[in-house]
């Protein structure tokens, strides 16, 4: 039998940890990537001892913000990943979709890659696995597809990821520019065009021939 009190410890505990989260990803946004535990703790309106009493340490608070930031950017991303319409409407809502979260919240992206600047980073595992993720779902679509044609899929994951690799490292490039010498729209044009560049080729290679104008429901 559950303790009541055990209980509602837990739930005031996760409204704790929900609010200071949300204090942190407000703090980024407003203030840039490198905010510390007090200007979080404030903003929560919580004591500073009250942070290290609900997260192990500044690492783990700092991966939980980047779980934090992850749902919000796939709450928008996420249904676009599930393709419709044509070939070419569906590559270019998810580009598009994806380069507007950025620009609405490029303190939050950076945040992702690099954390606190006045801390080392090593490594997300939060990041990491988002991209597996990412990657696997696109490699299990076009594995579909080859797989209706009765064409073998062992490749099916490597240009998924290829994809990925193709965004992630264009995008972060270009967030690095503070000028941004492209605009927005121009990139993502290059990144549509180059997406369904590497499916064309690729599939092509394989003895799959589709258009843009294909729908994806045929494919």
């Known amino acids: 039998m559950t303790d009541g ?11 704790r940890r929900d609010r ?22 404030e903003r929560a ?18 991966e939980q913000i980047r779980l934090r930031i992850i749902e919000v950017l ?16 569906a590559i270019e809502l998810a580009v598009d979709t994806y380069l507007r979260w950025i620009v609405e919240h ?15 980073s090593v490594g997300s595992r939060a990041v990491t696995g988002t991209k597996t993720a990412i990657g696997v779902q696109l490699g299990a679509l076009l594995a579909g597809i080859l797989d209706r044609r009765g064409v073998t899929s062992e490749l099916a994951e490597p240009m998924a990821f290829a994809l990925v ?5 264009t995008v972060n490039r270009w967030l690095s520019q503070p ?38 429901a045929q494919l």
């Not at 290290?52 to 700092?62: P, Q």
């Not at 490029?106 to 080392?120: D, E, Q, V």
């Not at 690799?165 to 490292?169: E, K, S």
């Not at 010498?181 to 997406?195: G, K, M, Y």
């Open 5 to 15: 009190r055990a209980t509602r410890w837990d739930d005031h505990k996760m409204r």
């Open 20 to 41: 200071i989260l949300e204090a942190a990803l407000a703090a980024v946004e407003d203030g840039g990537t490198d905010i510390g535990v007090q200007q979080i703790a």
């Open 45 to 62: 309106e919580v004591p500073r001892s009250v942070v290290y009493r609900v997260f192990a340490d500044r690492g783990d608070l700092d």
């Open 74 to 89: 796939m709450s928008d991303l996420g249904p676009v990943l599930t393709p419709h319409g044509t070939v070419r409407e």
């Open 106 to 120: 490029p303190r939050l992206h950076a945040f992702l890659g690099k954390g606190a600047p006045s801390r080392t």
């Open 165 to 169: 690799g193709l965004v992630d490292a």
């Open 179 to 216: 000028e941004h010498p492209v605009p927005s729209e121009s990139l993502a044009r290059f990144l549509q065009t180059s997406i369904w560049g590497v499916l064309d080729s690729n599939l092509r290679a394989l003895g799959v021939d589709i258009e843009p104008s294909t729908p994806v």
